[in-house]
């Protein structure tokens, strides 16, 4: 089953969906998977952002390198899809 997110984002985009829920021809299709893989670097981005905003957590050892790990992780995902910022 289809995440209602995605649905949304195909929605928005005007691509046809057939009943197993693929997308064909119609619309922005490029557009649409351009979302999509930005909405995984912005949930990467909600994952860690409260962490490095922590002064407390941020002065642990056990948290160091963690911003770094979500940043890696965000450009690792826009180059492989070739997304820009």
Request: net charge negative; with cysteine; proline share 1%.
């Amino acid at each position: 089953m289809m995440n209602e997110r995605i649905k949304q984002l195909i929605k928005q985009h005007g691509v046809d969906i057939t009943i197993d829920g693929m997308g064909y021809g119609e619309g922005n299709i490029e557009g649409l998977a351009e979302l999509i893989v930005k909405e995984c670097m912005r949930q990467v981005e909600e994952q860690y952002k409260p962490v490095i905003e922590d002064e407390a957590m941020m002065k642990d050892e056990h948290w160091k390198g963690y911003k770094h790990c979500g940043v890696d992780s965000i450009v690792a995902i826009r180059k492989h899809f070739g997304v820009e910022e």
